[in-house]
Every structure is written in structure tokens, then in C-alpha cells.
């Protein structure tokens, strides 16, 4: 597979957009900084020439991209990490000028296999279509000033269009990713005659902000952000998606209510408990039934503060969700009852209370740093993340991939594109952990049954 740049360019805010913005970075917005760039693709089916993507398709992008700066323009912007004395906490700043990197290229793969959720799919390939962030423009002793986002747009000619996205998911949480990418593809469908409602950026509106900022960037301080992508190829790793529809869901859902008529348990964590459960069951390694198996997730808190934060709240507002269990309780026949009883548990002990949700964050990242070298599994992504609806006039996307996911023990979850009510769930990992994985999966759930 050849992949060839054709051009790189820099798009800015249209004219007449705001001349300056600054956000301080929230405690919730801080702790993201030393972690893994977000790196997400969207794969349409849509018979494109190479005239036609140069000559029109590109130029409307360009367009629609600048548009929809003019209303997130920290996306163009940068964030600045001090690194000397006073060491103020670090912000976003955008000012007229600045801009976000959009990578143009083509390639000669074939589209079908990279869209299917077959379990053949070489993980590397997909970061062929992943657009890198710009070196820091400073990085001197006083400061770091770097990019928070960039685009890749890539042409499959006469089959389809790649457009990947890659961001600092300190400038802002999934809410305000999609948020972005949505207005992005909404602006470029109807040719910017869409009314856009624009994110709402006010901070004093956060409880005690002032106060858990300084606390948190006492420990932020100690640690470098992430610049670049933290994944070394080969990966030797395939990817492959699986799908529960809301039918498979909901039996789940019965099946632990039967086996446990406690407190109800949500979609999100019987879907999450039973991915959790078929890992432990299908790990080719030596695991002894003591050792103890973690879960991670995060909750979105808008609504959970008080007073409440917009839903179009721009930046990080999450709960930092983590759960406990052993390898042998969740390979155990009632693995799934109990993974979601934990799940769920540690979600409601999260949401449910503001001071946790305020005061979580560091304590969660800190906690989250201690999981270093254990078995951890990790969720990105919701299934309330509608991703198939970034539609840019090219039908909606005909595959999602989260291509971060290859960096550690994460899967990623989504809207299903073709099941109402269901969910994607994406998986990277080795072949010979695949396919015992997919046996679990699909056996597992027969035997639910």
C-alpha cells in the first residue's frame, strides 16, 4: 500500500472571527495533558476522481474547515505549558494567525477490507491515514507552545474519502470533539447555510475552579505534555470490530437482573462487563485467579454539577470512573454479573456526588498512574457518540475506527451505524488474542442465551 502527500496547508479562522481568545485550562482539562493523543478516522464510501477531489472537494473542505473555526477556534489554536517560575497554570490561546494542519494525500489501498470488521485487518495500516501533530512552534526553557489538533484528508480514487482527525484531548473531551467534527460536516453539506450553535466557553461558571486549578497544577507541573504520537509500528496487532444490538443488549441487561434483582444496571456497564469477562476468559497468557483486573471509563458530568454546565460546554468535564475485580471472578461462570455490579457501582459512587466529581480528577489521574504495568482495560468512546452522523454531503461515514486504541488495553465504543439501540465496539490487539476473543465473544453470548 503507497500513500502519497500532495500538499499541506495551514487553515485559519475567516476573516472577521474573533482576534484573540484565551481559556485557562480547567483541572478537569490539565490532567489530560501527559496522556496518548486521540486519533480517530472516518472512512466514506463515495467514487471520487482525482480532478474532482482537488478541484472541488478540497476546496470545499478548506472552507467549511475555516468556517467552523470561526466558532472553535481553540482547535487553531495552541496551548501553552510554562516551564519556569511563576509556573502559572497553562491555557489555550488562540490569536489571529494561528491555524490547523491540514494534510492532503492520496492512497492506492482498496477501501473494502479497511471497512469491514473482519478480524484480518493490519493495525498499521490505519496510521497511514492519521495526521500528526506540528512540532511545538516554542519550545524554549520558559515554555512549550504547541498545536492541539491537525487534519488528514485522504483520497481513495474512485472508491472513497478518509478523514482523520487527531487532537490533544486536553483542548477538550469526546462532547467537544464530536461537537467539532459534526459542525465541520454540517457547514460543509449545506455549503455554511447552517445555523450553528457555538460552544459556550465561559469557566467561572465551574464550581471552585480557581481553587482545584491551583491544586492540580501543583502535580500537572511535574509532568511533560504529550507532542506526538506515543505508538511505535509495527503494532503486530490486528483490529477488528464487534457489534451488540439492542436486542443482545437488553438480554444481557435480563440476564444479570435475573441473576442479581439489586439496584437496575445500565447498558454501559452490562456492554462494558461483558467485553471485560470475555477478555479474561480468552487471554492466551498464564494469569493466576487472584490477580486483580481493572476497568476504566469516564463519565460525562455537564449535567451532574451545580448549577449544571451546557451540554455544548466547550473543554473536559468528566467523572474519572475505575473499577476492581479479580481475573478469576470475571472468568468465573458469573463473571458478567458481577464485572457489571462493579462497573455500575463505580459510576453511580462517581456522578452521583459533586465534591467526587470536582475533586476527582486528581485523585483519578494519580490513581490511573499507579495502574502502570497491570491488567487494566479501558473504555474510550460512549455509545452515545453518534459518529456516523458526520456526514459532509458524502452520505454518513461508512466506518469508524479509534486508531488510539493501539496504544494500550483500550477499546472503543459507539452509536452502531446500522443496528438503532446498538453498539460498535472496537477492538486492537495480536492475532492469536483476536481470535480467542472473537470465540469468546460470539460463544458467550449463545450460551447467554
Not at 151 to 160: E, I, K, R, S
Not at 217 to 226: A, C, G, Q
Amino acid at each position: 500500500m503507497a500513500i502519497t502527500i500532495i500538499d499541506q496547508v495551514n487553515v485559519a479562522p475567516p476573516p472577521g472571527a474573533a482576534a484573540e481568545q484565551t481559556l485557562p485550562l480547567q483541572h478537569f482539562d490539565m490532567i489530560w495533558l501527559p496522556y496518548n493523543l486521540m486519533q480517530n478516522l472516518f472512512f466514506y464510501s463515495f467514487p471520487c476522481s482525482e480532478s474532482n477531489f482537488s478541484d472541488t472537494i478540497i476546496p470545499n473542505l478548506k472552507k467549511s474547515l475555516s468556517l467552523t473555526l470561526k466558532h472553535f477556534p481553540p482547535f487553531a489554536g495552541k496551548i501553552i505549558f510554562p516551564l519556569t517560575p511563576p509556573n502559572t497554570p497553562p491555557l489555550s490561546h488562540y490569536i489571529a494567525g494561528d491555524a490547523i494542519s491540514l494534510t492532503i494525500a492520496v492512497s492506492d489501498a482498496d477501501l473494502i477490507p479497511l471497512t469491514g470488521n473482519n478480524l484480518s485487518r493490519d493495525s498499521d495500516q490505519f496510521h497511514h491515514f492519521v495526521p500528526e501533530l506540528p512540532p511545538p512552534e516554542t519550545h524554549s526553557p520558559e515554555q512549550i507552545r504547541f498545536a492541539v489538533a491537525a487534519v488528514q484528508v485522504t483520497l481513495f480514487p474512485n472508491q472513497g474519502i478518509c478523514v482523520g482527525f487527531t487532537n490533544h484531548q486536553a483542548i477538550g473531551d469526546g462532547s467537544s470533539t464530536v461537537g467539532f467534527l459534526q459542525t465541520w460536516a454540517s457547514i460543509n453539506k449545506s455549503n455554511g447555510r447552517r445555523e450553528i450553535l457555538s460552544p459556550f466557553y465561559e469557566r467561572n461558571i465551574v464550581p471552585n475552579s480557581d481553587k482545584l486549578i491551583e491544586s492540580c497544577w501543583e502535580i500537572i507541573r511535574t509532568y511533560k505534555p504529550t507532542l506526538s504520537s506515543s505508538i511505535s509500528l509495527p503494532t503486530y496487532k490486528t483490529r477488528a470490530t464487534f457489534i451488540l444490538t439492542e436486542a443482545e443488549i437488553q438480554h444481557l441487561k435480563n440476564l444479570v437482573k435475573n441473576k442479581n434483582p439489586g439496584p437496575n444496571v445500565s447498558s454501559f456497564a452490562v456492554i462494558c462487563a461483558y467485553v471485560w469477562t470475555c477478555l479474561a476468559q480468552s487471554t492466551v497468557d498464564d494469569v493466576a485467579d487472584d490477580t486483580p483486573e481493572y476497568f476504566t471509563c469516564t463519565a460525562d458530568c455537564r449535567r451532574r454539577l451545580n448549577p449544571p454546565l451546557p451540554d455544548n460546554y466547550f473543554g473536559n468535564c468528566l467523572g474519572l470512573v475505575q473499577a476492581e475485580s479479580t481475573h478469576g471472578r470475571l472468568k468465573g461462570k458469573e463473571g458478567i454479573v458481577f464485572g457489571a455490579e462493579v462497573i455500575n457501582e463505580a459510576i453511580q459512587k462517581t456522578v452521583n456526588n459533586e465534591r467526587a466529581i470536582l475533586e476527582g480528577s486528581i485523585v483519578g489521574f494519580l490513581e490511573r498512574r499507579k495502574l502502570s504495568g497491570k491488567r487494566v482495560f479501558g473504555v474510550t468512546g460512549s455509545p452515545r457518540f453518534d459518529l456516523y452522523g458526520a456526514d459532509f454531503g458524502w452520505g454518513k461515514p461508512k466506518k469508524f475506527e479509534a486508531v488510539h486504541i493501539d496504544c494500550g488495553g483500550s477499546v472503543s465504543l459507539c452509536k452502531s451505524r446500522e443496528f438503532k439501540g446498538g453498539v460498535e465496539i472496537g477492538l486492537s490487539m495480536k492475532k492469536v488474542e483476536m481470535d480467542a476473543f472473537e470465540a469468546i465473544f460470539n460463544q458467550g453470548f449463545k450460551d447467554a442465551m
